[in-house]
Nanobody, 121 residues
Framework: VQLQASGGGLVQAGGSLRLSCAAS????????VAWFRRAPRKEREFVAA????????YYGDSVKGRFTISRDNAKNSVYLQMNSLKPEDTAVYYC???????????????WGQGTLVTVSS
């Protein structure tokens, strides 16, 4: 499966963005999907994950209560709604997919190319 992340951009602190992860090649409903991010000079960080049906989600501590992951299997897409954004959320955001639901583990089989989110103070 090929993954394409989009929706990044520049936003002021306190604002919102919605990222999309679109799949091609295979149906995304066969995969659990996660979002990770990598900020400048920092290690990759787990953001959120969702299982194949969308009935289970998991969030990293730094985004709980502010970000929401969801999916629309009919559209072959997963979304990350980001609210109350902070400058420390600035990073390249990547979506990843795996046939197993392995929320925070970075060993996903498929990765998208990333989309840049910049939050200004």
């Amino acid at each position: 499966v090929q993954l394409q992340a989009s929706g990044g951009g520049l936003v002021q602190a306190g604002g919102s963005l919605r990222l999309s992860c679109a799949a091609s090649g295979r149906t995304l409903s066969s995969y659990a999907v996660a979002w990770f991010r990598r900020a400048p000079r920092k290690e990759r960080e787990f953001v959120a994950a969702i299982n194949k049906s969308g009935g289970s989600t998991y969030y990293g501590d730094s985004v709980k209560g502010r970000f929401t992951i969801s999916r629309d299997n009919a559209k072959n897409s997963v979304y990350l709604q980001m609210n109350s954004l902070k400058p420390e959320d600035t990073a390249v955001y990547y979506c990843a997919a795996d046939s197993d639901y392995i929320p925070w583990q970075p060993r996903y089989d498929y990765w998208g190319q990333g989309t840049l989110v910049t939050v200004s103070s």
